[in-house]
């Protein structure tokens, strides 16, 4: 649970008054006249954050061992006259063109076996000995170099790692994938009890015959498949630890991230895994420009990314002022949109909101995607806004190392979404985050705060805990939800959880073998639905996706199936725990059953929302020593009644209860 004591800032704060305020910056994109003009723009709006450097090794080390670093040095200085500090790249996320000449080991090979070429970005495998060198090399001459600039403030690792490829298939990144199964099982008869290899004449006599899981002509063993999950998301952390090893030598002091894409999106990377290795987490965040409830969307991964922050201050590396480019139709954000979206990640945790990127660029392949400075320069709604922005984020600065408070949790694991998505399950219709999207949704339309929780965290101080398509869980994740409801929590479980092990071998003797005891139910067959299909429930509700034999042994059946083959059958089931309760959901309730589902949860649970306001606005609350602050954005079109009293810190003056349409009010609460 989040505590409600102010944490020491994160060491990337200790240089900067209040949140954190810019943008990427590529300043090597643009003459002088330009760059000047930067500062002047950069001053009006508030700018005192950069990220310096992401793409441009091919400049900084134009061929092998020469290097041009004028540009890069007057940037930095007349940032830090500015008094704006820096994340200082370590500009690996781009190959220069001889490397990859001499060197054409280090691309990327995909699953069916093609080579991704040059001429974009990111084309390296980050099992690479080669690239590693290299990329390591760049990173200690910048390192050495700019380890005593007034500017530097964060070390920016490499950039969002995984993004456009995750996984590598080639030859090194099989030796890599065989070293690390061998380490994680120290016996090729381990590995294959493991795996389950005596399905389907899937022995090994040695490591060395293992492959990662290149294109078959059937389905891949489920124990290689999620290994190969686990080992790549292993190899990109292990490569962003290879460079973060020459940081910490040549700058023991600085910490150091690397830009995250936590999403409902994003399920490559294990980042509850990756956090331990980052001194400040940092998330770039986009939205969908054709989902009506972006914002919705938004707010998951904001508390996605708090997450694995642990609850800790988090730095919003990215976003858009307005358009993306890489959606199929890319609309610009409405007005008041940017500062809502801004506001709602620093609602939700974040002490620094920044954006991609400083200045919108007049090429390449990024010429239309919005930027803090657009092509139309100052004179523009963005760029009035991006000012606006600066101003209102100055007004933050109480906010800033104060915790967001939540009661309840829900459980999320990567491990469970590749696993729970693996092939040959009974429905490819359950995606792992869909459940645990609408309980979310249900609760920010309520004003009610969810933290996001790993399954092998504490549960102390949560009334709820919801636990959705948890596929595969290990014994000590059992004890710890168990202990939770024990404890006095409400513990929702859903359909497809608990039904494997950490190496997917089936806990048998009736599903979900692990939650068996505590939901006091037995499920004897799944009845997964056909697509678009639905069954009708006792309760009036309707559920979709998924339906099962259950049979109640411990717990009182709330809702049941009423249609053939189910009839009767239990569809949703409490047994009393402990100071607490389990529950049991056998299908996807539609809409209403969701949100009459969480009413009935919050009521047991004793939880209300943040305060009562009108439909439409969204609410949290962030908390440091003694202090208060309520977010309370309005989303709808229509000024919002908003019951907190205090001052609004936006406004500077006393909180007169009514958000305005489209606005955001920061309440300091007396
Ligand atoms: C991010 C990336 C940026 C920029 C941005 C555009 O994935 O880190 O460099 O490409 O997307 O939305």
Redesign the pocket.
């Known amino acids: 649970m989040s505590s409600q004591e102010q944490t020491a800032p994160p060491a990337v704060w200790r240089n900067l008054d209040g949140i954190a305020y810019g943008g990427?910056y590529n300043p090597e994109q643009w003459p002088a006249s330009v760059r000047l003009e930067d500062l002047e723009l950069m001053k009006e709006a508030g700018v005192n954050f950069l990220s310096v450097g992401?793409?441009s090794w091919g400049l900084l080390e134009p061929s092998e061992g020469e290097y041009d670093f004028a540009w890069l040095d007057e940037v930095l200085d007349n940032l830090a006259a500015a008094g704006i500090k820096v994340a200082l790249a370590t500009a690996t996320a781009s190959p220069p063109a001889w490397l990859v000449r001499k060197h054409p080991e280090i691309l990327p090979v995909t699953a069916d076996g093609t080579v991704l070429g040059p001429g974009s970005r990111r084309h390296y495998t980050p099992s690479s000995a080669v690239f590693r060198r290299y990329a390591t090399g760049i990173t200690s001459v910048l390192a050495e170099r700019y380890k005593d600039h007034p500017a530097l403030a964060l070390w920016h690792v490499d950039?969002?790692l995984g993004?456009h490829v995750s996984e590598f298939y080639g030859d090194e990144d099989a030796a890599a994938f065989r070293a690390w199964l061998e380490r994680r099982y120290g016996s090729i008869d381990a590995l294959n009890a493991a795996w389950g290899t005596a399905f389907w004449s899937q022995h090994y006599s040695s490591f060395e015959e293992i492959q990662p899981p290149r294109a078959a002509p059937s389905t891949l063993n489920p124990g290689q498949q999620l290994d190969f999950q686990r080992f790549s998301s292993w190899a990109l952390m292990d490569y962003y630890l290879a460079l973060l090893a020459v940081l910490r030598e040549v700058t023991p002091g600085v910490p150091a991230t690397t830009?995250l894409?936590v999403s409902s999106a994003t399920k490559s990377m294990d980042y509850f895994d990756w956090s331990k290795d980052l001194d400040v987490i940092a998330n770039?965040h986009?939205l969908v420009a054709a989902d009506p409830e972006r914002h919705i969307e938004l707010a998951f991964s904001a508390d996605l990314t708090r997450g694995v922050a642990g609850g800790d201050p988090w730095i919003l590396m990215?976003h858009?002022t307005s358009a993306?480019?890489?959606q199929p139709r890319n609309q610009p954000k409405m007005p008041g949109e940017m500062l809502r979206n801004s506001l709602a990640h620093v609602a939700r945790g974040a002490d620094a909101v920044m954006f991609?990127?400083w200045r919108q660029s007049f090429a390449g392949s990024?010429k239309f995607?919005s930027a803090m400075v657009p092509h139309g320069g100052r004179e523009t709604r963005v760029f009035q806004e991006v000012v606006g922005l600066g101003a209102a984020l100055q007004k933050l600065a109480p906010v800033r190392g104060s915790r967001v408070e939540s009661r309840v949790a829900i459980v999320f694991d990567y491990e469970a979404w590749w696993a729970t998505e693996l092939d040959s399950h009974p429905s490819q219709d359950v995606k792992y985050p869909e459940l645990l999207r609408s309980f979310h949704r249900s609760l920010f339309l309520r004003g009610v705060s969810v933290d996001f929780v790993h399954p092998t965290a504490s549960l102390e101080g949560y009334g709820l805990v919801l636990v959705c398509t948890l596929y595969n869980v290990a014994d000590a994740v059992v004890a710890n939800i168990a202990s939770a409801a024990r404890a006095g929590a409400t513990v929702l479980v859903s359909y497809f959880s608990g039904i494997v092990d950490e190496q997917d071998h089936v806990r048998l003797g009736g599903y979900p073998g692990a939650f068996r005891e505590l939901l006091g139910v037995r499920v004897e067959e799944f009845h997964p639905l056909l697509a678009g299909s639905t069954v009708k429930l006792s309760d009036g509700g309707v559920g979709s996706v998924w339906s099962e034999h259950v049979h109640v042994n411990g717990a009182d059946a709330i809702s049941t199936f009423t249609e053939y083959p189910l009839d009767g059958i239990p569809a949703l089931t409490r047994r009393p725990v402990g100071a607490g309760s389990a529950w049991y959901l056998a299908t996807f309730p539609d809409g209403d059953g969701i949100e009459a589902l969480v009413d009935r949860l919050l009521t047991e649970a004793g939880i209300s929302a943040v305060a009562e306001a009108d439909h439409g606005v969204e609410l949290t609350r962030r908390r440091a020593e003694g202090r208060s602050f309520v977010f309370a954005i309005n989303h709808s079109r229509a000024d919002a009644t908003v019951r907190v009293a205090g001052a609004d810190l936006l406004t500077g003056e006393r909180y007169t209860g009514k958000v305005p349409a489209g606005g955001v009010a920061v309440i300091e609460e007396d």
């Open positions: 990427d992401i793409f950039n969002e993004c830009n894409m770039d986009y990215e858009s993306v480019n890489w991609f990127q990024e995607h």
